[in-house]
């Protein structure tokens, strides 16, 4: 079964740290891309990546940096975590084809107190 | 122009009825319009999708409707079961530089009560 996996279901951080937040997937996706899921907000775009090296400021990137160095991996970075950071943050992937169609991991809800 | 408005935010409905899920965008450029399922704790999935040039698509108990002229389509849900309980979004994809982007809408939290 094909998976996009995140590597902590839940994290708890204190305000000023640097946090990562760890995604690989196994279907030898090209793009890759973080959200963050809050109520009433839906799923927010905070950055994504469509090959190795290669990353693209989303809708909300204010305050995070990403990295790709290998395919199969894309981090998230929190430089300086802060209390309005708190969320779930989930990972997908997809192929680039016009077939659309991402695959989810199971998100990380980080709290930052 | 990049919204995709969803509603309503929650709704419960008794087994065996017929909720109903609308969304509405304000972008002709959305080419491709997917609805994705999230059950607690775990990431959305892609449940069903259709194209702007189709009015409905059905695949086993979930039906989209689109109408184009009034950029809205909603997702129904025939014969609900409490395992269709979950958080239901819907989407609208668009291309950007060769690139395809989805905007998510805000979401509705569905409750099937046995």
């Known amino acids: 079964d094909v998976k996009v996996t995140q590597s902590s279901r839940y994290l708890v951080k204190r305000t000023g740290e640097k946090v990562f937040l760890e995604c690989v997937q196994d279907m030898d996706h090209e793009n890759m891309f973080w959200y963050r899921q809050d109520p009433g907000l839906g799923l927010r775009l905070i950055y994504f990546s469509y090959d190795v090296k290669m990353k693209e400021k989303g809708d909300i990137p204010e305050g995070y940096s990403v990295s790709r160095e290998k395919k199969e991996r894309f981090s998230l970075i929190l430089e300086s975590a802060s209390t309005n950071q708190t969320s779930m943050y989930l990972c997908?992937?997809?192929?680039?084809?016009?077939?659309?169609?991402?695959?989810f991991g199971s998100g990380t809800r980080l709290t930052v107190v | 122009q990049q919204q995709v408005k969803q509603s309503p935010q929650s709704l419960i409905v008794q087994k065996g009825g017929i909720p109903i899920i609308n969304c509405a965008y304000e972008?002709?450029?959305?080419?491709?319009f997917p609805w994705y399922q999230q059950f607690p704790g775990k990431g959305p999935a892609l449940l069903i999708a259709i194209r702007p040039d189709v009015s409905e698509k059905k695949e086993g108990r979930f039906t989209i409707s689109f109408n184009k002229s009034a950029k809205q389509f909603s997702l129904h849900i025939m014969d609900s079961q409490p395992g269709d309980s979950a958080t239901y979004f819907c989407?609208?994809?668009?291309?950007?530089?060769?690139?395809?982007?989805?905007?998510f809408g805000t979401g509705t939290k569905l409750q099937v009560i046995p």
């Open positions: 989407a609208a994809r668009r291309w950007s530089g060769g690139y395809q982007k989805v905007t």
């Open positions: 997908a992937s997809s192929l680039p084809t016009r077939k659309i169609g991402y695959t």
């Open positions: 972008n002709t450029a959305f080419d491709y």
